[in-house]
């Protein structure tokens, strides 16, 4: 059945929106090549967009030719606002954006360990409220959430899960009732996956596995373009994961024993330690990725300690490797970040060795801010797929 002309409209609407996302500021003639629909159409959506103030002129073509520049239309940024949240255990980090997704303002609250419950989420609230108004923005149209743990696939909600502060669910649930705002909840991980995948380190790939090593370390699956998040939403639970070189084996309710005993940030620094590398000390990053710097930087035995760690890299990889072929890992996160290159090569090199599916290992591009990139990714998907939505 063919769409009705209002349906049809809006879809033509969409696509304009997203082209001048994706490539604007552009003029009407190229939104006739781009789209492919006629000068008269094209001039129709224009103004439709420009009366329900979406976009507007930005400015005019410089090229040479008689009569008038052509106009430039964009996308009007400040048409809705968003927040991206990043949830530690120990802080929160906030980021509150425009439409096309630059930063207006960004702070970072330290939270600890023995603050009250309901004094971290007032705090968190309070630190996103004081963002907003530095940005001087109006209210927030949308609002992403990146948090460790697992989200329920049918409420899409930040699971009750043992070890985790219990402020964190209670924080979501204060920002969905107190805000006249979408918000959205999502695992870091898959966040940093999406930031990765649409502005990082494999925009070239639709089909690859994130690693994120920083304090703990978890995984995120994507494929042909899509986050896949598992029956239970435990999908990349990573840690979980039995492999040799540890003691014991993982239970239901601790990775004790597996994949986090080899590549946790107190394990890595028992192991930088033991190869006369000391930066796990002190400092403001993960105490693995200041050993992995300052194992690149020639401190201590650094290349046997570079040696072990990838050892111990490539064991998870090649059980990832084995069971989804996907190609490309991507080392992520401080850990992964600090390591770069010269890390990823030598993962990529024992694996080979172990594995018989050719797959390639990359540095991630974002380190610790992939989780906040990927928080405003969704809340910028969600305002947009609000205000650019065909009517029903």
């Known amino acids: 059945m063919p769409a009705s002309p209002s349906t049809a409209r809006a879809i033509n609407d969409r696509l304009a929106l997203r082209l001048l996302q994706q490539d604007g500021p552009l003029t009407a003639t190229q939104l006739k090549t781009l789209t492919g629909l006629s000068r008269p159409t094209v001039a129709d959506l224009v103004e439709r967009l420009q009366d329900a103030g979406l976009i507007s002129v930005v400015g005019e073509t410089g090229a040479e030719r008689r009569g008038p520049n052509a106009r430039l239309y964009g996308i009007v940024a400040d048409r809705a606002h968003l927040a991206g949240l990043d949830v530690r255990t120990d802080s929160v980090a906030v980021v509150v954006a425009d439409l096309l997704g630059a930063t207006l303002a960004e702070a970072t609250l330290p939270i600890g360990s023995d603050t009250a419950t309901d004094d971290a989420v007032e705090q968190a609230v309070a630190l996103l409220e004081r963002t907003a108004r530095a940005a001087g923005t109006a209210p927030l149209h949308s609002v992403g959430i990146g948090a460790p743990g697992l989200i329920d696939p049918v409420t899409g909600e930040l699971r009750d899960t043992t070890g985790l502060p219990a402020w964190h669910r209670r924080l979501v649930r204060a920002l969905q009732q107190r805000l006249p705002a979408t918000v959205l909840v999502e695992n870091e991980t898959n966040l940093a996956a999406v930031a990765e995948h649409r502005v990082g380190a494999v925009q070239d790939h639709d089909t690859f596995v994130l690693l994120w ?121 401080e850990v992964g970040s600090a390591g770069g290159d010269e890390l990823a090569a030598c993962v990529e090199e024992r694996l080979a060795m172990m594995s018989p599916l050719r797959t390639e290992v990359r540095a991630g591009r974002l380190g610790g801010t992939a989780v906040l990139h990927g928080a405003v990714l969704a809340a910028r998907e969600a305002a947009q797929d609000s205000l650019f939505a065909p009517p029903r």
């Not at 029956?231 to 990573?238: F, K, L, Q, V, Y």
């Not at 000391?278 to 290349?303: F, N, Y």
């Open 213 to 333: 090593l920083g304090h703990g370390v978890g995984a995120a699956v994507m494929l042909d373009g899509k986050l896949r998040r598992g029956a239970s939403g435990g999908a990349g639970e990573i840690g979980f994961l039995p492999v040799p070189g540890t003691i014991g084996i993982p239970s239901a309710v601790n990775c004790d024993g597996g994949f986090h005993s080899l590549v946790g940030s107190a394990p890595l620094c028992e192991l930088a330690a033991a190869h006369g590398i000391t930066a796990c000390d002190g400092g403001q990053e993960p105490g693995a990725a200041a050993a992995v710097r300052a194992a690149l930087a020639g401190e201590g035995d650094s290349a046997a300690f570079l040696g072990s760690l990838a050892d111990r890299l490539a064991l998870g990889v090649a059980a990832v490797a084995s069971v989804l072929d996907p190609g490309c890992v991507l080392l992520a996160g």
